[in-house]
């Protein structure tokens, strides 16, 4: 047999279709909602069928309130359910922020110990489809910055069909922000892909020459970039943070200190970003390591602009990397 | 400010007494620079500087005795002396506008605030921090180096283009600025030196027992091969060039203590701290009796010839008294010889902080049984005394065979 027959072409909105529907026909306390996840086949058509198949109690449409379903996939979470709650984007989470950070994030240290919310709230976030600033921000970041919740960003296929299990089966709330640009990504995914662990970063790319620390939506721009590198006689690693929170320190410092040069690419505005905390963990860690100052790869300090030209130009592109690392090797390659 | 403390030259070494000061208030000292003459009752040493900048203030003077870390001197680094000028300036008026109108002092104050000029931002040499560490590891002088990083910073890749660059001056010149012109004359009476160096040795290496599992582990090295390639060697340099074979020990111990690096480094509150650079500490016995041990600095990184260079300026230098402090604080491990004295084995005492000493015996013809023939062999016996808590037996023994392996193919030391 050879490789190719186990492996399967799919998307990446297939691998998470995918993903959700193994954790339903696995654990009968597993549930969808949010708005227009049943009829319409999610806003991003991820769970298109799956009404049909598992019907309206466990594929539920909500009104649009955000505040209120994400409070009621908290109160299933309480009571022995294992809630997947859909957010379109992450922009309109802004609405539920009372019932993530204040409860869901909180209420296992205010039960003093006694009350877990195994509740998993996946969203869109990010830009590039022309989206304008209400449907285009990377807001994880901010997410990021909460005790008590984990926030994932599956990257990559197999990230998408393995990380929600694992996800599921954390004791505790778990936050998952799948990139827009993403869910047309097609590739190849071994056909018994399954349930990944969400606490480790992932070097995606070895090199030697500087580490290019990204996630999400910016590792294709990344990888790109890296090999147009590569081509110049540059050898870039590239780390997948997949997880924000808790951050792998470890593997960003260990790489860090094979290249001693390292550039965090972000599609979060930079001031106050978690760019700024990986920047700040590098030169807590590995500062005698450096023999540059770690470099930002971020979108422009604006609302996402509507606006084609505008937009590519506010966001991080595979070119600035490629600049920006070229700019720092400089004349000693 | 910035304050010149006497330096600690050594695990045993509690106090030190100042036997000359080779600068004065107002001298510009840069770092490496040799300040001054120290007596550690075990030798005089010549004192470098860490600092740049303008010495202050002698606080300790020539002939007095005080304990490690006691301030000797204050020197004030570069941008506080250009700002000190100005600053006496400002002072003087200052009693005049405050005076009559205490109440009201801001606006007088803003005036003198504003035309006051800005004190110079102290230069500093832009540098990363990895280079930075390596130029401290290379001992390389960071005044030399031209920077091709952003803004003209030094990159790594700088400095070690800079040690590589020819010629390699002598060891420990790099950051001597200002040698003596001529070796410093004792201001006070000699100390009985043979009776407190006694009582210094006494201390290290009782600490050493109390304090250190040993583990011993011995090894017998076929030296043909070493001694017929230094033979040929020697042949083709002129004799002041000629080298001993104890430059090939150090070389072979310096580049197997790379390879296994539990070898090298300190044994310091509780953990082990390993050590990249390879500074092998030559016991050396003085005439007047007792020994000490000064550090060739990165042996690995040295060729035979530079090797023999610095050892026999060390010995030099040791028999005349005078070490640098640099060479007496940083061996991070010490290789032992008593071949010279005839005997075969030699199991050491490891001088803390270190955590292993390298024994070599005396190189006796002995016979040797190697593809099934006896045959008559220059044999030597080399022993590893290691500290347990950094290393294991399995580990100590790969670096004894390793340096067994590597004198083997002398040719390539």
């Excluded at chain 2, 300790?60 to 680094?77: R, W």
């Excluded at chain 2, 090939?248 to 990249?276: C, H, Y």
Aim: glycine content about 8%.
């Amino acid at each position: 047999m050879s490789l190719d027959a186990q492996k399967v072409k799919i998307t990446y909105r297939e691998a998470m279709r995918q993903a959700i529907r193994d954790a339903l026909v696995r654990d009968q306390r597993v549930f969808l909602m949010g708005e227009d996840v049943g009829a319409y086949g999610g806003c991003y058509a991820v769970s298109k069928g799956l009404l049909e198949e598992f019907g309206p109690d466990r594929i539920r449409d909500t009104p649009l309130s955000e505040s209120a379903f994400v409070g009621a996939g908290i109160g299933a979470a309480m009571n022995g359910m294992r809630p997947i709650v859909e957010i379109m984007t992450v922009n309109f989470s802004l609405l539920a922020l009372d019932q993530i950070v204040n409860n869901a994030a909180t209420i296992l240290h205010m039960s003093g110990g006694q009350i877990n919310i195994p509740l998993v709230i996946r969203m869109t976030t990010g830009a590039g489809r022309q989206l304008a600033a209400q449907h285009s921000h990377s807001l994880e970041g901010w997410y990021a910055h909460i005790p008590g919740i984990k926030v994932l960003a599956p990257a990559t296929l197999e990230d998408a069909r393995g990380m929600l299990w694992t996800a599921l089966e954390d004791p505790d709330p778990v936050l998952i922000f799948e990139h827009g640009t993403l869910y047309n990504m097609e590739g190849e995914m071994a056909v018994d892909a399954g349930a990944v662990e969400i606490s480790k970063a992932a070097v995606q790319r070895a090199g030697t020459d500087v580490s290019l620390i990204t996630y999400g939506g910016t590792l294709g721009k990344t990888l790109q970039a890296a090999e147009q590198l590569a081509a110049s006689g540059v050898d870039a690693e590239v780390v997948d943070l997949r997880t924000l929170r808790p951050l792998d320190t470890e593997t960003i410092l260990d790489s860090v200190m094979r290249t001693h040069r390292a550039v965090v690419i972000d599609e979060g505005w930079r001031s106050g970003s978690i760019s700024a905390e990986i920047s700040a963990r590098i030169m807590e860690g590995a500062f005698y390591e450096l023999d540059l100052p770690v470099e930002r790869i971020c979108s422009a300090e604006v609302p996402i602009p509507y606006a084609k030209h505008l937009e590519d130009a506010a966001l991080p592109q595979a070119s600035t990397i490629v600049a920006t690392v070229t700019r720092m090797m400089g004349g000693h390659g | 400010m910035a304050d010149f403390l006497m330096p600690s030259l050594g695990a045993d070494m509690d106090a030190g007494t100042v036997l000359q000061w080779l600068v004065k208030p107002g001298d510009a000292v840069k770092r490496g620079d040799i300040v001054a003459v120290i007596d550690t009752e075990k030798t005089t040493i010549e004192v470098e500087i860490f600092q740049t900048g303008i010495i202050q203030k002698i606080v300790v003077p020539e002939g007095e005795k005080v304990p490690v870390g006691t301030l000797l001197a204050v020197l004030s680094t570069e941008g506080e002396a250009a700002a000190a000028a100005p600053e006496a300036k400002r002072a003087a008026p200052a009693p005049l506008v405050l005076a009559p109108a205490p109440p009201t002092p801001p606006a007088a104050a803003r005036v003198v605030a504003k035309t006051t000029p800005k004190p110079a931002a102290p230069h500093r040499v832009r540098i990363s921090p990895l280079a930075m560490r390596v130029a401290m590891e290379l001992k390389v002088d960071l005044a030399a180096i031209k920077g091709t990083g952003p803004e003209g910073a030094i990159t790594k890749t700088d400095v070690e283009r800079a040690a590589k660059a020819p010629p390699m001056p002598a060891p420990a010149a790099t950051f001597e600025g200002r040698a003596p012109a001529a070796p410093p004359k004792p201001a006070v009476a000699p100390l009985d030196r043979p009776a407190t160096m006694r009582k210094v040795i006494a201390a290290a290496m009782a600490r050493s027992k109390r304090e250190i599992p040993h583990y011993y582990l011995g090894t017998h090295i076929d030296m043909s091969k070493a001694m017929r390639w230094l033979q040929e060697e020697n042949l083709k340099r002129p004799v002041t060039e000629r080298l001993l074979y104890s430059v090939l020990l150090l070389k072979a111990v310096a580049l197997a203590a790379d390879e296994i690096p539990e070898i090298k480094g300190f044994w310091i509150d509780g953990a082990f701290r390993p050590s990249e650079a390879v500074h092998v500490g030559v016991a050396i016995s003085l005439r007047q009796g007792g020994l000490i041990a000064p550090a060739i600095h990165d042996v690995d990184k040295k060729s035979l010839s530079e090797i023999m260079v610095s050892l026999r300026d060390l010995v030099k230098r040791v028999r005349a008294g005078v070490l640098r402090s640099s060479e007496i604080a940083d061996a991070t491990i010490t290789v032992t010889s008593l071949g010279d004295q005839g005997v075969e084995t030699v199991f050491g005492v490891i001088y803390p902080p270190q955590v292993a000493l390298v024994g070599f015996g005396k190189i006796v013809e002995r016979p040797w049984a190697s593809g099934g023939m006896v045959g008559a062999r220059p044999v030597m016996m080399a022993s590893l005394s290691g500290d347990h808590r950094a290393s294991d037996g399995h580990r100590g023994a790969l670096f004894l065979t390793t340096v067994e392996r590597l004198l083997q193919e002398p040719e390539k030391l």
